[in-house]
């Protein structure tokens, strides 16, 4: 039997949920979120960082990079001193910075908001960011950071060692100091996505899970639908590609061009609980550590062009361990709880992939945000949310409209009809 909607998003990940959640305080609309649960989904290999600041200035897995091409060209030059250049970790454009900080802002009261009136607590901590500094390498890439943002300045700080001491006194004793990101906090990511859900269903969003878009319906450039394996046939006036690192496949049904999103992968590993020892996340030139409020302790992440892969494998374990130990010495004797990966959706530029695509009605991108997913969450359902109603949108989306790769259609949406 056929179902109808005024909104379907395709996308149950945590940019999918977050659409849902701002599209149902409408009241007006009748949506449905469809889910398949894939291998790989980024927001249950995630972090939980809300990195505003060192996601922007590529300190969130891209300084892993610096720290192997550093090397590499330590051995080409025999220990000639490493220049930054484009080849290093990059700072992402303005218009990030603007799409970040402004989603970043939204936390505090969309905390409150999930809590008070949907009872979901998604651990909101404000416990900033310190990128902590080995090595002369290091100190490089934080003052070249530093001479990047000086809009910034207010909320960045440097700690000089005994500084980084009294701040995180387990951090090891080869630290030299750190550069910190103040306004950079974290979240549970599995919490904040299980929180967008539980509040659009409480908010009438109806919902299926375990249910595979195999095709989109079309009534000439206009989509008007999808077609599932398990629920059979969706009609809407809308259809919203939150589909993650799977977002290529939707694109192409619906548009007849495939964007190009595809998956990262991402191998993270967690700890058993501990007691507390660390008061906010760290980043180093080998990974990432953030204790979360149950005690467990998240090391990531590898950035790897594998495919759909997720399987972990122990060389890159093995690596996040010894930066992990490196950084924190007392975790040389703390037991690994498990180990996973993810596919996070990256496009080319790093930016994400949102909006309409011209020559077609009725179709929106939500997707390509690779690393940022959780952080831009709060404001890619806000700017959905304006799309849909075609309200004013608080900020300019031409740098995230899929116009700006040059992609060739693949076949012609007409020869995609369904029905």
């Known amino acids: 039997m056929s179902k109808f909607y005024d909104v379907i998003i395709a996308g149950g990940g945590v940019i999918g949920a977050s659409c849902a959640y701002q599209l149902s305080k409408r009241k007006n609309l009748k949506i449905a979120l469809i889910d398949a649960k894939r291998p790989g989904n980024a927001t249950r290999a995630s972090a939980g960082g809300l990195w505003a600041i060192g996601e922007s200035v590529g300190l969130g897995c891209g300084v892993i990079f610096f720290r192997m091409m550093s090397a590499n060209r330590k051995r080409e030059t025999q220990g000639a001193a490493v220049a930054v250049d484009a080849s290093t970790p990059h700072i992402l454009p303005e218009s990030f910075f603007e799409f970040a900080l402004q989603s970043n802002a939204l936390y505090p009261a969309l905390h409150r908001e999930l809590k008070d009136n949907h009872g ?39 700690l000089d060692q005994a500084a980084l001491r009294e701040s995180e006194p387990s951090v090891s004793h080869e630290a030299r100091g750190a550069l910190e990101f103040l306004c950079d906090h974290q979240v549970s990511p599995f919490r904040l996505a299980d929180a967008y859900i539980e509040g659009a269903r409480q908010n009438g969003v109806d919902i299926f899970v375990n249910t595979n878009v195999t095709g989109v319906l079309h009534h000439g450039s206009r989509v008007t639908g999808v077609q599932t394996v398990e629920e059979g046939v969706f009609h809407c ?45 760290l980043t180093t030139s080998d990974c990432y550590v953030a204790q979360k409020d149950n005690g467990e302790i998240l090391i990531g992440s590898t950035t790897e062009d594998k495919g759909f892969d997720v399987t972990t494998t122990y060389p890159e374990i093995a690596g996040l361990v010894q930066g992990a130990v490196r950084c924190l010495p007392e975790l040389k004797d703390v037991n690994l709880k498990r180990t996973w990966a993810g596919l996070r959706p990256g496009s080319p530029d790093e930016l994400p992939i949102l909006g309409p695509m011209r020559g077609v009605e009725g179709y929106l991108n939500a997707c390509g945000h690779f690393r940022t997913g959780i952080l831009t969450s709060a404001i890619t359902g806000v700017l959905l949310d304006k799309l849909v109603n075609d309200e004013p949108l608080p900020l300019d989306i031409t740098p995230f409209l899929a116009d700006r790769f040059a992609v060739a259609p693949v076949k012609q949406a007409s020869e995609l009809e369904l029905a």
């Open 120 to 158: 979901m607590d998604f651990k909101f901590e404000k416990t900033g960011l310190k990128f902590v500094i080995y090595d002369d390498e290091d100190r490089l890439y934080a003052e070249h950071i530093v001479g990047c943002i000086p809009h910034l300045a207010d909320q960045v700080r440097w």
């Open 237 to 281: 006036k809308t259809l919203i590609n939150a589909g993650g690192a799977w977002a290529a496949d939707l694109s192409e049904w619906a548009t007849g061009i495939r964007i190009p999103v595809k998956p990262v992968k991402g191998q993270i590993l967690l700890t058993e609980r501990m007691p507390k020892i660390l008061n906010g996340c």
